[in-house]
């Protein structure tokens, strides 16, 4: 199903991702979406890469890992399912359902994947103490660069185990699903988008600046405009009152000032 090359470059995406979760944090914004594409750009079937991150990242909106927490890893996941998906040809909404399939199950994988991790990370965190109480800073560089090793390897691991001994096993039970479970599945994978949506706007200050969510339904709802105009059209609102913001405060300490230097001269 894959060949030895798409294995490397998968267990390569993963790890790369793994590393900078942890340690750049700099590519979040859509990285499920991209994540998507770069895993259909391995397998030769970036359109398919690309529908699957979509979908994949809409079910992921608003949810994060706060602090110290473990959440469902839907970028690894969106690699897995993106990856099976297309090695077994399936496109469009099937190419969904049948990443939803394999890649729900490996994002919820990432939760405990996510403590293990972090567990082994203990260990290498008591080598540089000990280092840095002889004050032994390049024996210290060296723990912290091994810990990386355990760290992405339980991440690794996985992939590479799915995409070889258990290739065949998972092929073999996504085409065992009976019908009426796939049409279940097909509803699940149309309605996992609107979850995402629907936690992200328990996140957002509805109260307060609820009345755009109401214009943007009704430019998409009675307009009949895209995503993407509305969202162009939300960035200069956004620019616009950032705008105005900065005046105002630039205007309160010209005030200020002035108000300070009539207190002066008299």
């Given at each position: ?6 294995i490397?470059?998968?267990?390569v995406?993963?790890?790369?991702w ?6 750049l944090q700099?590519?979040?914004?859509a990285s499920?979406v991209?994540?998507?594409?770069l895993t ?5 079937d970036i ?5 699957v991150?979509?979908?994949m990242?809409?079910?992921s ?14 970028q690894?996941?969106c ?18 359902t049948?990443a ?10 990432g939760t405990q ?7 082994t990370g ?5 080598k540089?103490?000990?280092?840095s109480?002889k ?20 991440w690794?691991l ?7 001994v ?13 019908a009426?479970l ?6 699940a994978s149309?309605?996992l ?9 328990r996140?957002?200050?509805l109260k307060?600046?609820?009345?755009f969510l109401?214009a943007g ?6 307009l ?7 969202a162009?059209?939300g ?5 616009f009152?950032f705008?105005?913001?900065e005046?105002?405060n630039k205007?309160?300490a ?7 230097g009539?207190f002066?001269d008299?």
């Amino acid at each position: 199903m894959f060949n030895p090359l798409q294995i490397i470059l998968l267990a390569v995406l993963v790890g790369v991702w793994t590393w900078q979760k942890y340690n750049l944090q700099m590519f979040y914004y859509a990285s499920v979406v991209y994540l998507g594409f770069l895993t259909g750009l391995i397998m030769g079937d970036i359109t398919t890469g690309m529908v699957v991150g979509g979908s994949m990242c809409l079910m992921s909106l608003g949810l994060f890992g706060a602090g110290g927490s473990s959440v469902p890893e839907y970028q690894v996941g969106c690699i897995a399912g993106t990856a099976f998906a297309i090695a077994m040809g399936r496109t469009g909404q099937d190419a969904v359902t049948t990443a939803l399939t394999v890649g729900v199950p490996v994002a919820a994988l990432g939760t405990q994947l996510d403590v293990l991790g972090k567990t082994t990370g203990s260990i290498f965190v008591h080598k540089m103490m000990a280092c840095s109480e002889k004050n032994d800073w390049k024996g210290m560089g060296v723990w912290m660069w091994a810990s990386q090793i355990p760290f992405i390897g339980v991440w690794v691991l996985p992939i590479i185990l799915l995409t070889t001994v258990g290739a065949n096993y998972v092929e073999i039970v996504i085409n065992a699903i009976p019908a009426w479970l796939n049409a279940g599945l097909n509803v699940a994978s149309g309605m996992l988008p609107a979850l995402g949506f629907a936690i992200l706007l328990r996140q957002m200050p509805l109260k307060k600046y609820g009345y755009f969510l109401l214009a943007g339904f009704v430019m998409a709802a009675y307009l009949g405009m895209g995503m993407l105009a509305i969202a162009m059209i939300g960035v200069v609102i956004c620019m616009f009152i950032f705008q105005m913001k900065e005046e105002s405060n630039k205007q309160a300490a010209s005030g200020a000032a002035a108000q300070g230097g009539d207190f002066e001269d008299e």
